[in-house]
């Protein structure tokens, strides 16, 4: 089936929906607050998103091993369309379908998890308040010290889904989300973070808590991406009810002669 532009939201929700888990970040760029900044391709069931609202254009495109040669495919044929510079969330396995055409110049293994086992959020006391645009200055802050190289939105505090652990005043403690979708009921938690000095006293999981109590009534799915090596925040979301779902790879892409 030849590749297509597709612009047809309940089509590619249906096609995006039999694996919510798998694809949490998608169908949540499916939303408003998302879907202006993308662009979507089809090709039969394969599916793959350039998301053009960060820095660097993002390349999403994942499958399950028995599915991965429909998708190979379709990554082909997008080779002559894609940016010259572009970073990219892959199944493992598709990215060969890339590299003629592009130099990989980072690769880092990582993992997708959702929360399976909601009911271990009880044994952490969720903690926070929550955080909109009046307090973008602090949370800029706390990443510049905590969390330098984020994938954090200024937009995404409009959500209402950003919470805040302060410490004599001082922002110590973020937890928040890179997609919510009430209308496609996904979430995916993200730029989690707590500054050097208080780490080992349970803020994390205490604003991640608080994070998905307040998601509780609006999705079916809360999601997360964290690298393979993370030992510790995948300890984290363990013991929070998070299961290991899939594994994908991050890259980092240029067109040959650029």
């Given amino acids: 089936m030849p590749v297509r532009a597709e612009h047809d939201r309940a089509v590619l929700a249906e096609l995006l929906g039999r694996d919510p888990v798998l694809h949490a970040y998608e169908l949540g760029d499916l ?19 350039l998301y053009h609202g960060a820095d660097l254009p993002t390349l999403l495109a994942f499958a399950r091993p028995a599915d991965t040669a429909g998708l190979s495919a379709l990554l082909g044929e997008l080779t002559s369309v894609l940016p010259a510079r572009v970073y990219a969330h892959l199944s493992p396995g598709v990215e060969s379908a890339l590299v003629p055409a592009f ?15 909601p009911g271990r ?18 949370v ?5 010290a905590a969390y330098p190289g984020n994938w954090f939105d200024p937009r995404m505090l409009d959500t209402g889904r950003y919470v805040g652990i302060r410490d004599g005043g001082e922002l110590v403690a973020v937890a928040g989300v890179h997609v919510w ?19 080992g006293r349970g803020l994390a999981a205490a604003a991640v808590a608080a994070v998905c109590a307040g998601l509780r009534d609006s999705v079916d799915h ?3 991406n964290v690298r393979a090596d993370n030992t ?3 300890r984290l979301y363990e013991r929070l009810g998070f299961t290991a779902v899939a594994d994908y790879h991050e890259y980092r892409l240029t067109v040959f002669g650029h």
């Fill in 181 to 199: 979708s009430p209308v496609y009921r996904v979430a995916a938690l993200g730029n989690v973070t707590t500054l050097p000095r208080v780490r």
């Fill in 121 to 138: 959020l009880a044994s952490v006391r969720p903690a926070g308040v929550p955080l909109g645009r009046d307090d973008l200055p602090a």
């Fill in 103 to 117: 130099r990989v110049e980072s690769a880092a293994a990582h993992r997708k998890m959702a929360l399976t086992d």
């Fill in 232 to 234: 510790s925040a995948v």
């Fill in 140 to 144: 800029e802050r706390l990443y510049a």
């Fill in 31 to 49: 939303d408003d607050f998302f879907w202006p900044y993308t662009s979507w391709f089809r090709s039969g069931d394969a599916v793959a998103l």
């Fill in 222 to 224: 809360v999601t997360l």
